[in-house]
């Protein structure tokens, strides 16, 4: 038995696999999982930096109440 995980092996995997898909869809997971590591580095980043600067951490109900006045609105035109 030969190693699984030769070059041979990987190529075809990958040609597979691009088959199946296609690249446009390909793509676009690329795309989609690149903007999720960056956005998660973002919040990552911004979670530390609120936490240095001695800001307290809110419940996520108060965050929530306090961000968002346009849904209360949306709400009150349609009452």
Do not use: C, Y
């Given at each position: 038995?030969?190693?699984?995980?030769?070059?041979?092996?990987?190529?075809?995997?990958?040609?597979?696999?691009?088959?199946?898909?296609?690249?446009?869809?390909?793509?676009?997971?690329?795309?989609?999982?690149?903007?999720?590591?960056?956005?998660?580095?973002?919040?990552?980043?911004?979670?530390?930096?609120?936490?240095?600067?001695?800001?307290?951490?809110?419940?996520l109900e108060e965050k929530t109440a306090?961000?968002?006045?346009?849904?209360?609105?949306?709400?009150?035109?349609?009452?």
């Amino acid at each position: 038995m030969g190693d699984l995980f030769t070059i041979q092996h990987l190529l075809l995997i990958l040609l597979i696999v691009v088959l199946v898909f296609g690249t446009k869809k390909l793509r676009n997971i690329g795309a989609d999982l690149g903007g999720a590591v960056k956005s998660f580095k973002e919040g990552m980043a911004g979670s530390t930096a609120g936490e240095t600067k001695g800001e307290e951490k809110k419940p996520l109900e108060e965050k929530t109440a306090t961000a968002s006045p346009e849904v209360k609105t949306q709400e009150k035109t349609h009452s």
